[in-house]
């Protein structure tokens, strides 16, 4: 699923009321630049244990467009003092058929993300793992930056911005 532009999504749909715009204050991690697909979500705060299960987890979702890769969406809090993902992690999602990754919180291992074929969106960078308090909730509607992401979604981002909206629109 890369053939989509995050402009045109909202020339198309922006008088929808669903169709959700998230600020623009990610940055851009991981391999793949462009990425979208239906939306998974953990709400965690500087521990990745439901991180890790998630991503542990196949990727692929069956659809009516085919099977495509999931995103998923953590609710990292928005801390910058410890990393949710790592290149460890990033791998593991990749090879498991994740899309992409966007974190409201930190990542690190930098070098490995670029290297991964997945798309990773995130606040910052920041070398302290987390604190493994087997803390966290799974599959629930969370607040990114202030905007409502719900599983199942539909999550496109590319280096427009990210959008998210009740179903596909790609």
């Known amino acids: 699923m890369t053939e989509f532009s ?3 999504l909202c020339d198309a749909h922006g008088s929808d009321p669903d ?3 998230l600020p623009p204050v990610f ?4 391999g793949r630049r462009r990425f979208g697909g ?6 965690c705060f500087e521990d990745n ?3 890790r299960a998630a991503v542990a987890e196949s990727g692929w ?12 969406v953590v609710d990292g809090g928005a801390s910058p003092r410890r990393a949710l993902l790592g290149g460890n992690l990033a791998a593991t999602a990749a090879r498991n058929g994740w899309a992409g990754v966007v974190i409201d919180g930190a990542v690190r291992d930098l070098a490995e993300l670029a290297a991964c074929a997945l798309g990773i969106r995130a606040l910052a960078c920041v070398p302290l793992p987390t604190v493994k308090r087997d803390a966290g909730q799974r599959d629930l509607a969370v607040q990114v930056q202030g905007v409502w992401v719900r599983p199942g979604d539909w999550l ?3 280096d427009d911005g990210i959008v998210v909206a009740a179903g596909c629109l790609a």
């Open 6 to 8: 995050t402009c045109d």
């Open 19 to 21: 169709l959700r715009v």
């Open 27 to 30: 940055a851009s991690f991981g």
């Open 38 to 43: 239906p939306v998974s979500t953990v709400k």
């Open 49 to 51: 244990t439901p991180v």
């Open 61 to 72: 979702a069956d659809t009516a467009q085919g099977r495509v890769g999931r995103v998923l």
């Open 156 to 158: 496109y981002a590319d």
